[in-house]
């Protein structure tokens, strides 16, 4: 590997303050002095501060002297070792690539050509998970990235503003990147197939009504005892030509004991396979560590200059509360790693959109 491609340690600036100059001034506080090789910058910002974004992305890149920079606003901000949950901060991440290795675009009808791509998507884009899709295959990279989740307007920036869409930054492959997703939800019973639907109504999962499938698997007696389980009502659509087992997770949003049919947050056809699960802290805890001690094995001798977060909120809500969090055993196994991102209402990876997962790009 060469001395180009290895670099320096990537730099990170934090500034948290209800004035969004003061946060701008303690972030570059913290970036100060920049090696003169940094050409690339990504910036996460507290929705709080949305209506700003470009002017505090116009001043970090006229301060930094680096046009290639990225962004987007959040209701939680992941910085370090530390998630800024409704907090008004400004989080920015700096370093060197390869010169010419970065693209910008700032909507989905740019497609550079690259090997790794970080995304950040409005969630109200039509029939997103089709987008991403397309704009993968048509950039032949590997996303990584999520859905800004954040209250009133979502503003994104790629060297400039851009709004309503999908923006980010692509690399070639002159940039070593490695990445990992990790699950937030454990499998309850077997794997089951769709025998009868409608769209995305299940009717039928095995040849039994879809209702009596998912009350046995929950081990509960009415709807009445189902709704009690609300948010941990979930079905995992397996994921096929995948390098290890890997799922989408979709909320079931509605249940008709009469018909015996459920819904879900995704188009099904007969024959297509699932299993039913829900939100587990420890499983999510183990997979998490079991996703860290890979990429540390694929490191080898190589050391992170720096890297990019991308988790749902729901786990850092419900499954991360108590210590160790998230990024604190990001940390345990890459010390002092300077790490940025944002906490996500859907997160992107390869080509697909996940929910109550994890994303950790490295770059090495």
């Given amino acids: 590997m060469s001395e180009q491609t290895t670099g320096a340690r990537f730099r990170l600036g934090v500034g948290a303050s209800d004035d969004w100059r003061m946060a701008v001034d303690g972030c570059l506080l913290q970036l100060m002095p920049l090696s003169e090789s940094a050409n690339v910058g990504f910036v996460y910002v507290s929705d709080r501060m949305a209506e700003r974004l470009p002017q505090i992305l116009k001043r970090l890149s006229e301060a930094t002297g680096i046009s290639d920079m990225v962004g987007a606003c959040g209701y939680s901000i992941a ?103 990790t699950q937030g939800c454990s499998q309850l019973g077997e794997l089951h197939t769709v025998t009868a639907a409608d769209g995305n109504i299940i009717l039928e999962l095995d040849g039994q009504q879809a209702y009596n499938v998912l009350r046995d698997s929950f081990s509960v007696q009415s709807l009445q005892d189902l709704r009690k389980l609300s948010n941990g009502l979930m079905v995992g659509l397996p994921v096929s030509g995948a390098d290890r087992p890997d799922y989408l997770v979709r909320n079931i949003i509605g249940i008709d004991p009469q018909a015996g049919g459920i819904a879900i947050g995704a188009m099904v056809e007969e024959g297509d396979q699932l299993f039913f699960c829900r939100r587990d802290p420890d499983s999510a805890a183990r997979d998490m560590d079991r996703m860290l001690a890979d990429l540390k094995r694929r490191c080898g001798d190589r050391m992170p200059r720096g890297a990019l977060w991308f988790s749902c909120m729901a786990r850092c809500q419900d499954q991360f509360v108590q210590d160790p969090s998230e990024l604190a055993r990001i940390q345990a196994v890459f010390p002092d790693l300077p790490l940025v991102g944002m906490y996500c209402g859907g997160e992107i990876a390869q080509s697909r959109l996940y929910g109550y997962t994890g994303v950790l790009a490295l770059f090495l």
Avoid: N
């Fill in 79 to 181: 910085a370090g070792d530390t998630e800024y949950c409704d907090e008004p901060v400004v989080a920015c991440l700096v370093g060197t690539v390869p010169e010419g290795s970065a693209k910008l675009f700032r909507r989905p009808t740019e497609r550079p050509q690259g090997w790794l791509g970080v995304v950040h998507a409005d969630p109200q884009v039509p029939a997103l998970p089709e987008l991403i899709e397309d704009f993968a295959e048509a950039c032949g990279a590997y996303l990584v990235g999520g859905l800004i989740a954040a209250r009133g307007p979502r503003p994104q920036w790629a060297g400039s503003l851009t709004e309503g869409g999908v923006s980010g930054i692509v690399f070639s492959e002159a940039q070593p990147v490695l990445t990992a997703l």
